[in-house]
């Protein structure tokens, strides 16, 4: 597998959303984005390292504080993207992986983008044949009905 040192402005940010999300509560400084920041940048240095065995480029693990006020990605598709990117990055270092904060980061900040995407709310929490058919309003087809079909579009 390769392995990429993510650029700073990608882990910015994943680690603005995270600290934007984190407590649902308006960012009122900079700290919890910092520390996001650093955790995310280092698990993927961690990784970089253990799979060329060379220090990733340091220009890439700092961030000025001024440079972590500036978000550019809202979408929760792209930051659930960027998320996986950041996550296949650090597979080489699965072992560290799982035990770094930065992994914790990672699945807080999935877990917030996934709660934004459009439906999300008003979806079903659990599954019922009695509420789709209720609630829905969704045509019950049975299966034997959809093989039959099948069988004479084949035919």
Not at 40 to 69: C, F, G, K, V, W
Not at 120 to 136: G, I, L, S, V
Request: contains cysteine; proline residues 5%; negative net charge.
């Amino acid at each position: 597998m390769s392995c990429m040192q993510l650029p700073k402005e990608h882990i910015r940010e994943l680690a603005v959303f995270y600290a934007l999300h984190y407590d649902r509560k308006p960012l009122q400084d900079l700290t919890r984005a910092q520390g996001a920041f650093d955790e995310l940048a280092e698990l993927n240095a961690i990784a970089y390292s253990t799979r060329y065995r060379e220090q990733p480029d340091p220009e890439e693990l700092t961030i000025r504080e001024a440079h972590l006020a500036y978000r550019k990605v809202t979408d929760p598709v792209a930051i659930l993207s960027m998320t996986n990117c950041l996550e296949y990055q650090c597979i080489d270092a699965e072992d560290e992986y799982r035990e770094h904060r930065g992994a914790k980061i990672i699945e807080r900040i999935k877990e917030s983008a996934i709660r934004m995407l459009p439906g999300y709310d008003n979806a079903p929490w659990c599954y019922t044949e009695r509420e789709e058919q209720e609630d829905h309003k969704t045509e019950v087809i049975s299966l034997s009905v959809m093989a039959a079909n099948m069988k004479k579009r084949t035919a």
